[in-house]
């Protein structure tokens, strides 16, 4: 069974104060989410990323297209009891402390009273809100808020989550530990559901991806696959090199000046023999060779870039998910 | 944008209850509602004495809307009359002056009011109030807050003239009035020759007539015709009862029949009254209206 | 429906947390308190004047807690957002409505008792004694009770569907409205117009009727209030709570949260 499953989903809004036109935000999105993974939601701000959650969660509904949550259908309420949602930028009720908001939580999900209060405190130590237990709401800060956001999504102890822009207002480090408890769902078998435009954050994490433009998905598996490719440069790094051997360099790749030590972004395979020869013949000193591998953001940008014709999409589509059959 | 509904597909769905919940609900509701309106019918009596607050506190308390509030006042005040009239409740109109009093102290100048109440203050029971002198001091009051308004001083003089007899003072106001600006020239007209003139169906109709003309509400224009109606009709009585004369002084003896004045050439046809009731003659051998007329002589009392 | 009762103990939660609630129950009390003062001024009408005003005091600032709360719980987490945090849960839309109902009424009759406490405090020390007509005013309370419950049952209706600035508006335009309904119905049964007549019956039994509930004079003045009128506005008010909640629960099973 799979985790999300949603076929041909399509989303129209009326724009407009006196002719109303359709505005297509959502356009026959599929999206194929297994269990206990970590699926992020690729894509720039107003992609539909936000709108897919909301569909998925039944805050909006969708215009045609159907879609599967742990195997039940969209209107089935009864699979909240297992999900969990944490909105993009929450707001909370100011005037309930970090507690009272837990307990009502838990009080939705008919949890007895005593089982909600431990699971608060636990989830509060968790996301690091201990000391801030008792404090009203409204003077909790947008880092705060987020933390306790994530508290309450996970407070029925679901299978399934849902994140929307879940690092967002958090300072390094509480990215990191957000991170880490995302790990942590993975590792306990909950499956992961993120959206988000941070990249990097996705690479980290994500088993697979899907990257959503304008409405429609470009790309859509693996990551490891979709990065897979071929390797994108080798960056050799050296130290105090003489200006004969810079120009000799240049023709090759790109070159970066750091002090003492030089960058080269070699993107031809065939020139790294020839390079390291030309170095290893001067005085310069090689500090380090590596193959970088094409980033996510790479990929993301060239996906954006080509758009492409439906052939072509449907195509890379079908390669990035190839061998999974129904 | 019903996907919702779409999606919603179980038999027990809550708009499924909803719809005929509200229908229901309504139906009750209009039973309901009729009921209290028959219980709190008990308690109009006693509401309408005890809520007549102050005209002056109220106006404070409005916040600038006293416009607003007159109105309303107003519509009650008329609202009041029309149901008294109607069901011939024994109140004798007792909260009509009060009323129209609020309604003027929240909006000095809502001369409607000033006009409705002369004619509807000073008028007998069952038309009015019977209280002429309430009336008057109504009016006065109107004159006060809109001193230019020329008709004011028509309906003052007017509540002396019908109503009181007073025809001395009637003619002073009208004389008085005329120098208003706008005023219509027959008020100077009628002040010179109201001394000489008065008590005579001319006059009296010529201002019923005016008040008809010019009447802004339903009820003044209903009473101002009901007037000029009996008016005309006593001036054929008049009329007929001359002829009467006539007929009795030629033949000898009275007539039982006006059929015997158009056998005799004194009629050209026979009599009817402005309600196309024929006339008929009274025992006492003088012209009066026949049973079924709809004309209302008591007016002219 | 064990959801139902958490989101009305919460609802009554957040409610009397509000400083603004605070604040309006102190005026009121002092409104009643106040009543006392004036009654010393005028001679013979005492007690009418403490019934009179501190009954409309309650009536008036019941409306006003009735309409904030009502805005301030439904439409102003609809347009916050902070209901995406309820709907993400295994919760129902209806049981939202009735749970947000319910928890409004609730913190009503605490603020109504509140202040009906302090109004027999004033009647008390302005008249030294208590005998079993003075429990007459407790009807008239009963139905500004009736009265508040409608409102709030308007607020949360006009909250599914419209901003929290325009729903505190309508519901008290209709509050307005609602108080001279057999005037309209007079004036439209003078008209000459059939359509018309027609229209303004229809309004007249559409809307609520507030003045049904209106006897704070008739209190002061010592009348009672006849069986007949409790059981027939308690019926009426129940009724219309049950329908401007239907209507909401409509509106709401298919809102959008964008």
């Not at chain 1, 958090?170 to 942590?184: H, S, T």
């Not at chain 1, 598996?221 to 440069?233: D, K, N, Q």
């Not at chain 2, 009336?135 to 009051?141: C, S």
Request: charged share 20%; glycine share 8%.
């Amino acid at each position: 069974m799979l985790a999300v499953e949603t076929i041909g989903l399509t989303k129209d809004y009326s724009v407009g104060f006196w002719r109303k036109r359709p505005k297509r935000v959502l356009d026959g999105l599929g999206l194929r989410v297994e269990r206990g993974e970590i699926f992020g939601l690729l894509g720039p701000n107003g992609a539909g990323k936000t709108t897919t959650l909301k569909i998925l969660l039944r805050l909006i509904f969708p215009t045609s297209g159907t879609a599967r949550i742990l195997g039940k259908e969209l209107h089935d309420v009864t699979t909240h009891e297992r999900i969990g949602f944490l909105p993009e930028n929450p707001s909370f009720y100011d005037y309930l402390t970090a507690e009272e908001f837990l307990d009502y939580a838990g009080g939705l999900f008919s949890l007895p009273s005593r089982e909600g209060r431990r699971r608060a405190a636990r989830l509060l130590e968790q996301v690091g809100l201990a000391e801030s237990g008792n404090i009203p709401l409204r003077k909790f800060s947008k880092g705060m808020l987020q933390r306790l956001g994530l508290a309450q999504a996970l407070i029925n102890e679901p299978e399934l989550v849902f994140l929307d822009e879940p690092m967002s207002g958090l300072d390094p480090l509480g990215r990191r530990e957000v991170r880490d408890l995302i790990l942590e769902l993975k590792a306990k078998g909950t499956t992961v559901f993120f959206s988000t435009h941070i990249l990097s954050d996705a690479e980290m994490l994500c088993d697979r991806v899907a990257i959503l433009n304008r409405g429609r998905m470009q790309g859509c598996g693996e990551l490891r696959e979709m990065l897979a490719p071929g390797v994108a440069s080798t960056e050799i790094v050296i130290e105090s090199p003489d200006l004969v051997l810079l120009d000799q360099l240049k023709p090759c790749g790109a070159v970066v000046r750091t002090g003492a030590r030089v960058c080269i972004q070699v993107p031809k395979e065939s020139d790294v023999s020839a390079v390291l020869e030309r170095v290893l013949a001067s005085s310069a000193k090689i500090i380090s060779v590596n193959s970088v591998k094409m980033s996510l953001e790479d990929y993301f940008l060239a996906q954006l870039a080509q758009g492409g014709t439906k052939e072509e999409e449907k195509a890379r589509v079908a390669q990035a998910t190839g061998g999974q059959q129904h | 944008m019903t996907s919702g509904a779409v999606t919603t597909s179980r038999r027990l769905s809550p708009r499924r209850l909803c719809w005929p919940i509200l229908a229901v609900g309504f139906a009750m509701i209009f039973v309901v509602q009729i009921r209290i309106d028959r219980e709190l019918g008990t308690y109009a009596k006693i509401a309408d004495v005890l809520y007549i607050p102050s005209g002056t506190n109220l106006r404070r308390l409005c916040l600038g809307n006293e416009g607003l509030l007159a109105d309303v006042y107003w519509t009650r005040a008329v609202q009041y009359y029309g149901r008294n009239r109607l069901e011939r409740v024994v109140t004798r109109y007792d909260l009509l002056a009060p009323l129209l009093r609020i309604t003027t102290d929240l909006d000095p100048h809502l001369l409607i009011a000033y006009r409705f109440g002369a004619i509807f203050l000073m008028s007998k029971y069952p038309e009015g109030a019977g209280q002429p002198q309430v009336a008057l001091q109504f009016v006065r009051r109107g004159i006060v807050a809109n001193p230019d308004y020329w008709r004011l001083w028509q309906d003052l003089g007017f509540i002396y003239y019908w109503e009181l007899k007073d025809y001395k003072m009637a003619a002073k106001i009208f004389a008085v009035g005329s120098e208003r600006p706008g005023a219509d020239y027959w008020m100077k007209a009628l002040a010179g020759t109201m001394a000489a003139r008065a008590g005579e169906l001319e006059t009296s109709r010529f201002l019923w007539s005016e008040i008809y003309r010019h009447a802004e509400t339903d009820e003044v224009r209903r009473t101002a015709a009901e007037h000029l109606v009996a008016l005309a009709a006593a001036e054929q009585i008049e009329q007929l009862n001359q002829l009467l004369a006539v007929y009795q002084k030629k033949q000898g003896r009275e007539a039982h029949q006006f059929y015997e004045l158009y056998a005799a050439g004194l009629l050209r046809g026979l009599p009817r009254d402005p309600s196309g009731e024929p006339y008929v003659i009274g025992l006492d051998g003088r012209a009066r209206l026949g049973p079924n007329s709809l004309v209302n002589l008591r007016l002219l009392q | 429906m064990n959801r139902v009762a958490t989101i009305a103990l919460h609802t009554f939660k957040e409610a009397v947390r509000d400083k603004v609630l605070y604040n309006l129950i102190v005026f009121a009390l002092l409104m009643i308190g106040s009543a006392i003062l004036f009654s010393s001024i005028s001679v013979g009408i005492q007690q009418i004047i403490v019934v009179d005003l501190g009954l409309s005091s309650i009536s008036v600032f019941g409306l006003i807690m009735a309409i904030f709360i009502g805005i301030g719980l439904v439409a102003k987490e609809i347009d916050r957002r902070t209901i995406y945090h309820v709907l993400s849960k295994p919760v129902r839309r209806f049981e939202f409505i009735i749970g947000k109902y319910l928890g409004l009424i609730l913190t009503l009759l605490i603020n109504t008792l509140i202040m009906t406490v302090g109004f027999y405090a004033a009647l008390f020390y302005q008249t030294r004694r208590a005998g079993l007509e003075d429990f007459a005013p407790l009807g008239t309370i009963y139905f500004i009770l009736l009265q508040l419950a409608i409102v709030v049952s308007l607020a949360v209706f006009f909250s599914t569907i419209s901003t929290p600035i325009l729903s505190a508006v309508f519901t008290f335009c209709v509050y307005v409205i609602g108080h001279f309904l057999s005037e309209m119905r007079w004036l439209g049964q003078t008209t000459g117009s059939g359509a018309v007549k027609g229209a303004a019956a229809a309004l007249y039994y559409l809307l609520p009727n507030f003045s049904n509930f209106d006897f704070i004079t008739q209190t002061a003045h010592g009348e009672r209030i006849s069986g007949i009128l409790l059981v027939s506005n308690s019926l009426y008010a129940l009724l219309y709570v049950t329908m401007a909640i239907s209507a909401a629960i409509l509106v709401f099973e298919e809102r959008e949260f964008k």
